[in-house]
């Protein structure tokens, strides 16, 4: 029988905390087979960190391990993370894979699913908050298709000249782009039906509220609107995830951008966005899907080193693991990875920031 010591501390409880973190050192069992790369991705866990890579590269695997050891060296309980993946689908397998390495634990991960998904259970939380009921439905298709061509005959307006199904094609771009009706460009709402497309953006959103229904779109720009114009809300799912994880991180709209951005901040960074400014005072305009992958050039902080990304491709997540200065206002343990945009290349620049 082994003696212990009178001040040596006690062996760790089978699958506690401290067994999990001991389980979780440099000969941690998951960590084989990760390349210099990817174990890099995987053991940096302070500040943010953006991984770009080709297809196939192994991406997704960074962010499942990277998972498994932040909950393997006890940096953070399972309901602290937030994991956020585009379909269902991915987030199953994200969830099976994190399950195959740390087992029953990760069934405590409730806020590991697809951006809509995590934004419809904050949504029903606070829902009074946004003019909406915690039971509030959520419009498909055909039934936001049919609601706007009551609001089309409303007003006399030619459905076959203009169809209701392009007028929902624009107010979606809209809301992907974390645009209310308050901040949709002058010239972009008078492209529809000579001037009205405003005003049926307006009608529609109160239409909404009237039968406590949301649309696909609305479960972020809501989700947007809540953090502005609610900061203590805000506050409490900043401080509630200490670590966030965001796969396919090129594909993220405007919508979803601002919603990382929000919860990546800093308190006092939040407590001093100006809510009626278009874009909340955080963030420059951005028209295009994946415009969020930052660049290590462009936004290092002033006096930082700038990294050295890899020169290999195709090696299992080699192009770069870039340092925590190159997610703007990410005071968070954020990860976030996706494939360089622009062929290969760099991903374009946001533009400059508006608003203060």
């Known amino acids: 029988m082994r003696e212990t010591h009178p001040l040596e501390p006690p062996p760790p409880a089978p699958g506690g905390i401290a067994a999990r973190a001991r389980a979780g050192g440099p000969g941690a069992p998951y960590l084989a087979g990760l390349n210099p790369e990817q174990r890099l991705a995987v053991e940096t866990l302070d500040g943010p960190v953006l991984v770009l890579a080709g297809a196939g590269t192994g991406k997704t695997r960074v962010l499942t391990v990277r998972i498994a050891h932040i909950l393997a060296t006890g940096r953070a309980r399972p309901s602290e993370i937030l994991a956020v993946t585009f379909t269902n689908k991915a987030a199953r397998e994200m969830k099976h894979r994190v399950g195959e390495i740390v087992g029953h634990v990760v069934e405590g991960m409730p806020w590991l699913g697809t951006f809509h998904a995590i934004g419809v259970r904050i949504l029903r939380r606070h829902a009074e908050l946004v003019g909406l009921k915690p039971d509030f439905t959520i419009l498909d298709v055909d039934d936001q298709i049919r609601l706007l061509k009551q609001l089309l ?6 459905e076959k000249r203009w169809p209701a199904r392009v007028l929902a094609s624009l107010i979606d771009g809209w809301k992907n782009r ?16 000579n001037g009205k497309g405003l005003k049926l953006y307006k009608a529609f959103q109160e239409r909404l509220k009237i039968l406590n229904a949301a649309d696909f779109g609305d479960l972020l720009l809501e989700n947007v609107r809540l953090f502005r114009e609610q900061p203590e809300v805000l506050r409490q799912y900043q401080s509630r995830f200490k670590f966030i994880l965001v796969d396919e991180y090129q594909d993220t709209n405007v919508a979803q951008y601002l919603w990382l951005r929000l919860l990546a901040q800093r308190s006092s960074q939040a407590a001093s966005t100006n809510p009626t400014s278009p874009h909340g005072g955080e963030v420059g305009e951005r028209s295009e899907p994946g415009e969020g992958v930052w660049t290590a050039q462009d936004n290092r902080s002033a006096g930082s080193p700038s990294p050295q990304p890899s020169p290999h491709r195709g090696e299992g997540v080699r192009e770069s693991v870039l340092e925590s200065t190159n997610l703007p206002l990410a005071a968070k343990n954020i990860c976030c990875v996706g494939v360089p945009g622009d062929g290969g290349r760099r991903p374009p620049m946001p533009s400059p920031s508006r608003g203060g």
Do not use: M, Y
């Open 153 to 158: 005959e409303a007003e006399n307006i030619d």
């Open 178 to 193: 974390g645009l209310t009706p308050e901040q949709v460009p002058a010239g972009e709402a008078a492209a529809f039906a």
